[in-house]
């Protein structure tokens, strides 16, 4: 008999699943949109809090860890890196690259397993 596991009890952070969900948010937020200074307050803490409510909503045990920048498109790019110490067998992270014509955004998620 196969052992039946809550989603909740699954091993591993599922990367590409939190990368779609971001980039449904993203493309919710900042589809359509050309870069505007006045509206990146709003444009980054919507995709955060929108990001973060549907990871939360997977029911898995996890805490979520969301950040967002969004830049005006140039020719001088934008660069981030980031460095983690963690379990790897549970813990993870994604990154979402997204543009258009007028702006970059890089969103990125981490997330951290919680043992009892």
Not at 14 to 21: L, Q
Not at 27 to 39: A, P
Not at 69 to 81: E, I, K, L, N, P
């Amino acid at each position: 008999m196969e052992e039946y596991h809550r989603p909740c009890d699954e091993v591993g952070f599922n990367a590409e699943e939190a990368h779609n969900i971001v980039k449904e948010c993203v493309d919710g937020v900042l589809g359509g949109e050309d870069y505007n200074q006045n509206n990146i307050n709003q444009w980054t803490a919507s995709i955060v809090e929108q990001s973060l409510a549907h990871l939360v909503k997977l029911g898995k045990a996890y805490k979520y860890i969301v950040t967002c920048a969004v830049v005006q498109r140039s020719a001088y790019g934008f660069h981030t890196a980031s460095s983690c110490f963690w379990d790897t067998t549970s813990d993870g992270t994604c990154t979402v690259r997204w543009e258009n014509r007028t702006m970059n955004c890089i969103v990125n998620v981490f997330a951290i397993a919680i043992v009892l």
